[in-house]
C-alpha cells in the first residue's frame, strides 16, 4: 500500500479557481486519493505542518474541510528536531519557502513513498533533489497503471 504525503495544496484545491481545467481535473485528482484513503487503498499522512497551516486558514469552510480530511490520515507525524535539522539541511539544496521544505522534510521523516503537490514550483525544485520518494502532481499520480 502506497504511502503518501499531500503537500497542503492537495487538501484545499477544490476551493481553487475551478474557471481553469487544470485546477478542476487536478480537485478531481485529489479528490479520488482521498476516496482510495478511505477505501483504505492508499494511507495518507498528516503533519504538524498541515495542521498549522489549516489552523491558520482564515476561512472556515476551508479550515473545517481539511480537518475533516485529515481524519483520513493513518499516519501523524509530530514536530521533532530530526526534522528541523533535515529541513535545514535541505533548503541550501534548492529554492524552498520555509513551509514547503518542512513538509519534504516531514514526508521523508514519515518514509513516504510519494510527495504530491500542485505546486510546479515546488515540484520542479523538489526533482533537483535526491529523495527517497517520487515526487509528482496528484494527476500523474492517478494516472499510474501500479495502483
Not at 481553487?16 to 478531481?28: G, K, M, T, V
Not at 494511507?43 to 473545517?64: G, Y
Not at 522534510?105 to 525544485?125: G, P, S
Amino acid at each position: 500500500m502506497d504511502l503518501i504525503y499531500l503537500d497542503y495544496n492537495c487538501f484545499q484545491r477544490r476551493f481553487d479557481d475551478s474557471s481553469q481545467i487544470r485546477i478542476q481535473i487536478e480537485a478531481l485528482a485529489c479528490q479520488e486519493i482521498f476516496n482510495w484513503a478511505e477505501a483504505q487503498i492508499v494511507q495518507l499522512i498528516w503533519s504538524f505542518m498541515h495542521e498549522d497551516e489549516t489552523l491558520l486558514c482564515p476561512f472556515p469552510e476551508r479550515r473545517d474541510f481539511a480537518l475533516e480530511l485529515s481524519t483520513l490520515c493513518q499516519t501523524r507525524i509530530a514536530p521533532e528536531e530530526t526534522i528541523y535539522t533535515l529541513a535545514q539541511t535541505l533548503i541550501q539544496q534548492g529554492r524552498f519557502s520555509a513551509k514547503d521544505i518542512l513538509h519534504v522534510a516531514c514526508a521523508i521523516h514519515a518514509k513516504a513513498n510519494f510527495f504530491l503537490t500542485c505546486d510546479d514550483a515546488l515540484l520542479r525544485q523538489a526533482k533537483k533533489l535526491t529523495l527517497p520518494f517520487e515526487v509528482m502532481n496528484p494527476i500523474d499520480y492517478i494516472r499510474r497503471d501500479n495502483l
